[in-house]
């Protein structure tokens, strides 16, 4: 059974948490998820330098919604004034954390001595957080992998960093850099942080499903588990998640008209938020993920993606769910 959570001030009754992912857990996604049920959400990943520029992108990613509080705001960067001043940013836009990136892997991110990279790098690590830390008056998180690679497994001395440093909560994605979303996610690895702070630690990688979190909690010992690829299409599955988690009954998937419905409302929020010309692109791989193993799902999706007026696409999108609607019902 989980316990709350204390990151600072604020209290996380249901440590079940959904993970920052760039391109996917936008506003209109985490205003899904929150709804369903989430412990807490987490904005993408915004870079340091583009959110002092306010450049539209980072704004975008900065974008909160007060049905999602407390929200928490991730930021990634690799000089310490920087990331302060951006900090002190997230702050004044209302963030109730502010979350340090070390471990993101992606190439673009690490060739900028940002994210994981930073796990090569402890002192320069260490700047970051204590820049952090000192520039803002809400609480200071950080995620990060196992290490850069298995011959440098120091998520736990960087963990005992960061807590002497003032971090207040700590989650770690069970695979390293140089694995970047290969193999499978190392949860006992994660007891080692565990152990090595007096933090929470939270457990990150490959939990899909409630049976995924309730083994990655017995063999990292972790106080929460945060949810990444496996929402991708179910924002109900943090809320089944949560109810396994708290000894409730675990609300089934939502019948396909219900699911017809959220598809709708998320397609509408990102159209607000985007705009139709960035949007239909972006809301295409969701449609994806919504529709996946649904009867002839991949020939909806290679038909709807080549629409790009917003207005055609809800037109297929209600065919499709109608139909499927009506083979359920036939089925029932």
């Known amino acids: 059974m989980l316990k709350p959570v204390s990151i600072g001030p604020v209290t996380i009754d249901v440590p079940v948490i959904l993970a920052p992912m760039t391109g996917v857990t936008d506003m209109p996604f985490r205003v899904l998820v929150k709804r369903f049920g989430a412990g807490l959400t987490v904005t993408e990943m915004i870079a340091s330098e583009a959110m002092i520029r306010e450049t539209r992108q980072s704004l975008q ?3 909160w919604d007060q049905r999602e509080e407390p929200v928490s705001m991730q930021l990634a960067g690799c000089e310490p ?3 302060a001043e951006a900090a ?3 702050e004044g836009r209302g963030a109730a954390i502010i979350d340090i990136n070390m471990g993101c892997p992606v190439k673009k991110v690490v060739n900028g001595h940002a994210g994981s990279s930073l796990m090569r790098d402890l002192p320069l690590a260490a700047a970051l957080i204590e820049a952090t830390v000192k520039a803002v008056k809400v609480p200071v998180t950080l995620k990060m992998r196992m290490g850069w ?3 440098s497994l120091n998520a736990p001395e960087l963990a005992r960093i960061a807590e002497d440093l003032g ?3 700590i989650t770690v994605h069970g695979r390293t850099r140089c694995q970047l979303y290969t193999g499978s996610a190392d ?3 994660v007891r080692k942080v565990k152990d090595a702070v007096r933090l929470p630690v939270i457990v990150n990688g490959d939990i899909c499903s409630v049976a995924d979190a309730e083994a990655a909690l017995a063999q990292s010992g972790a106080d929460g588990v945060m949810i990444g690829r496996g929402a991708y299409g179910r924002p109900w599955l943090i809320g089944q998640v949560m109810a396994a988690l708290t000894g409730r009954p675990v609300p089934a998937d939502p019948p396909l008209a219900v699911q017809h ?4 409302e998320h397609y509408a929020m990102m159209m607000d938020l985007y705009g139709p010309q960035v949007g239909v692109g972006v809301a295409r791989k969701h449609l994806g993920w919504y529709t996946k193993g649904l009867f002839d799902s991949a020939v909806f999706r290679h038909a ?3 629409l790009n007026d917003p207005v055609d696409v809800v037109s297929m999108v209600d065919r499709f769910y109608e139909e499927r609607v009506r083979l359920e019902l036939m089925a029932a």
């Open 167 to 169: 971090v207040k909560l």
């Open 61 to 63: 990613k900065a974008a």
């Open 261 to 264: 419905g959220v598809v709708r």
């Open 81 to 83: 004034g920087r990331m």
């Open 304 to 306: 709807v993606n080549q």
């Open 149 to 151: 690679d298995h011959q």
């Open 88 to 90: 002190k940013l997230n």
């Open 187 to 189: 949860w006992g690895f």
